[in-house]
């Protein structure tokens, strides 16, 4: 009850101005891509090959896991019907048919960010933040419910410190 009262309390903000409707769809649809570069940017920026390619595969593996096996296991398990199906509405973005839980964006971009913060603090948090955006933003498009975006970055957090515990031993 909770998560669709929060839900509501951010995606009520929908439609009421072009403006915010605008950057709630660029956030939720197209910020992801300026991470993805900013990060392709900090791997390249790491002079030592060795230390490099040892970025780029604890990077690699965390999306992996987080992603591509931990979400969709638990989809496959669990489904959650996203918000526009429950309450009726049309998104402000293209209507997705794969369940809700969890956030399948918030598992890579928090998995991306949390995995960068290992490697280096302060562009880390930049990250972070940038991914709670992203997931702001796609509760405010009205694709995902709270709920949904905490359970993919646990999912993210869970996976890149299993990923760092297996690659530092």
């Known amino acids: 009850m909770i998560d669709q009262q929060f839900f509501l309390l951010i995606h009520n903000l929908a439609g009421k101005s072009r403006l915010l409707d605008f950057f709630g ?59 526009f199906s429950v309450l009726g509405f049309e998104p402000l973005i293209g209507e997705v048919n794969q369940g809700a839980f969890p956030s399948g964006h918030a598992a890579f971009y928090f998995a991306l960010a949390i995995a960068v913060y290992f490697l280096d603090q302060k562009k880390g948090k930049y990250l972070l933040a940038a991914a709670a955006v992203i997931g702001l933003a796609r509760i405010f498009v009205g694709v995902h419910w709270p709920m949904d975006i ?20």
Not at 30 to 38: E, Q, T, V
Not at 150 to 169: E, Y
């Open 25 to 83: 769809i660029f956030f939720a649809d197209y910020l992801g891509y300026f991470l993805i570069l900013f990060t392709l940017f900090f791997l390249w920026s790491i002079k030592d090959q060795r230390q490099r390619m040892r970025a780029l595969f604890f990077l690699a593996l965390s999306l992996i896991l987080s992603r591509g096996i931990l979400t969709e296991l638990i989809r496959y398990f669990y489904h959650r019907s996203r918000p």
């Open 150 to 169: 905490v359970g993919g970055a646990l999912a993210a957090l869970f996976s890149v410190l299993a990923v760092k515990q297996i690659l530092d031993k």
